[in-house]
T-cell receptor, first 112, second 112 residues
Framework: SQQGEEDPQALSIQEGENATMNCSYK?????LQWYRQNSGRGLVHLIL?????REKHSGRLRVTLDTSKKSSSLLITASRAADTASYFC????????????FGTGTRLQVTL | DAGVIQSPRHEVTEMGQEVTLRCKPI?????LFWYRQTMMRGLELLIY????????DSGMPEDRFSAKMPNASFSTLKIQPSEPRDSAVYFC??????????FGSGTRLTVV
């Protein structure tokens, strides 16, 4: 079953704009991770945020985590056409060490 | 490092035939995961290994599916006999837990 639910399911923006994707989950977690998948390719790990962290940055990526609301957001600043992909959140749930459960994904389209 | 290597990239087989998917994880990683991705069900964890030992195979859909990891550098996922509903992209991923996963490029399986 899907642990995470991403919102929105699809997002279309213009190059240079910021893109925000949200993820909600249901159970307590050890950490939450974000992945990118280009069409026809495998998933690429972007960032990991632990349950005791609230915010993390990596280049143009900013991830927040609110464990009280069981939600996370991924912000991509100054988007580029190359950012076009599907983005998935994945949770490592408490008691299931090393096992990730993936959400349904957000399809991001960045146009020129 | 060449990353996680999966073979074959594409497999087309007839219903009832045996299918074997192969995976070479990243050297030094201690965990290996097999996922299946379809439009309808998203990413589903089938089985994962820690230090070559199967830890959780609750996602394996039926007895027709089996997985082995005879050593730290090789794993197989076998489907016997295959059915059209097994058509999907199968991903192998490895990780050094705790940490993010590295995914292979996947095997696109079509059962006709």
């Amino acid at each position: 079953s899907q642990q995470g639910e991403e919102d929105p399911q699809a997002l279309s923006i213009q190059e240079g704009e910021n893109a925000t994707m949200n993820c909600s989950y249901k159970t307590s977690i050890n950490n939450l991770q974000w992945y990118r998948q280009n069409s026809g390719r495998g998933l690429v790990h972007l960032i990991l945020i632990r349950s005791n962290e609230r915010e993390k940055h990596s280049g143009r990526l900013r991830v927040t985590l609110d464990t009280s609301k069981k939600s996370s957001s991924l912000l991509i600043t100054a988007s580029r056409a190359a950012d076009t992909a599907s983005y998935f959140c994945a949770t490592e749930n408490t008691g299931t060490a090393s096992k990730l459960t993936f959400g349904t994904g957000t399809r991001l389209q960045v146009t020129l | 490092d060449a990353g996680v290597i999966q073979s074959p990239r594409h497999e087309v087989t007839e219903m009832g035939q045996e299918v074997t998917l192969r995976c070479k994880p990243i050297s030094g990683h201690n965990s290996l995961f097999w996922y299946r991705q379809t439009m309808m069900r998203g990413l589903e964890l089938l089985i994962y290994f820690n230090n070559n030992v199967p830890i959780d195979d609750s996602g394996m859909p039926e007895d027709r599916f089996s997985a082995k990891m005879p050593n730290a550098s090789f794993s197989t996922l076998k489907i016997q006999p295959s059915e059209p509903r097994d058509s999907a992209v199968y991903f192998c991923a490895s990780s050094f837990i705790p940490g993010g996963y590295t995914f292979g490029s996947g095997t696109r399986l079509t059962v006709v």
